[in-house]
């Protein structure tokens, strides 16, 4: 065990050091702002539109990451973490794909198991939108929002809809095995 959190450490630590350049010249800014100026007598500089902030350093220009495992965490659109769950922690999240205009927000909930295991992961189902109405300890209540094609004139509606999610912890806390959905109302 103390060898897989070792190898973990380090590859992070690896991971990390990608962005030194960036780190250093951020923190090097932070950390010496430069000689202080003498009172002047001109106006304060103007904050951009729509802010309040002025500029008061050296900017840093950023490249695109290449990690191409970052174009799953950027579908991402929505998260929510569950309390009251006792040892375990849990997340209902929804990722955009497919048509937006069609169910569009692909749900789940997630389990976190280990570092070394990651997330145990349920997918609900597609909707537009879930709203968390109640949340305690193994269940989650959800209003949903989505969409609905008249076969006959093939207009799309909407309509919502509510479930239950229930889910018991395993062993020692262990992440569930199987979430039960229910239709509630």
């Given at each position: 065990?103390?060898?897989?959190?070792?190898?973990?450490?380090?590859?992070?630590?690896?991971?990390?050091?990608?962005?030194?350049?960036?780190?250093?010249?951020?923190?090097?800014?932070?950390n010496n702002p430069g000689p202080a100026h003498s009172p002047?007598?001109?106006?304060?500089?103007?904050?951009?539109?729509?802010?309040?902030?002025?500029?008061?350093?050296?900017?840093?220009?950023?490249?695109?990451?290449?990690?191409?495992?970052?174009?799953?965490?950027?579908?991402?659109?929505?998260?929510?973490?569950?309390?009251?769950?006792?040892?375990?922690?849990?997340?209902?999240?929804?990722?955009?794909?497919?048509?937006?205009?069609?169910?569009?927000?692909?749900?789940?909930?997630?389990?976190?198991?280990?570092?070394?295991?990651g997330w145990r992961v349920f997918r609900i189902g597609d909707?537009?939108?879930?709203?968390?109405?109640?949340?305690?300890?193994?269940?989650?209540?959800?209003?949903?929002?989505?969409?609905?094609?008249?076969?006959?004139?093939?207009?799309?509606?909407?309509?919502?809809?509510?479930?239950?999610?229930?889910?018991?912890?395993?062993?020692?806390?262990?992440?569930?095995?199987?979430?039960?959905?229910?239709?509630?109302?």
């Open positions: 065990m103390k060898r897989i959190m070792i190898a973990g450490t380090c590859g992070l630590l690896i991971s990390g050091l990608a962005g030194c350049d960036r780190l250093s010249a951020a923190w090097e800014g932070f002047s007598t001109a106006p304060p500089p103007t904050p951009a539109p729509g802010g309040s902030l002025v500029e008061s350093g050296q900017a840093v220009v950023l490249q695109p990451e290449t990690n191409d495992a970052l174009q799953t965490a950027a579908a991402v659109v929505e998260l929510d973490y569950l309390p009251d769950q006792g040892d375990l922690t849990a997340k209902m999240f929804g990722t955009a794909g497919g048509d937006p205009a069609m169910n569009g927000l692909y749900t789940y909930i997630a389990f976190f198991h280990s570092p070394a295991e909707y537009l939108d879930y709203q968390i109405q109640a949340v305690s300890a193994g269940r989650v209540e959800l209003r949903l929002s989505e969409s609905v094609m008249d076969q006959a004139t093939s207009e799309i509606g909407s309509r919502q809809t509510a479930i239950i999610l229930s889910f018991s912890p395993g062993p020692d806390g262990a992440v569930p095995e199987t979430v039960t959905v229910t239709p509630a109302r």
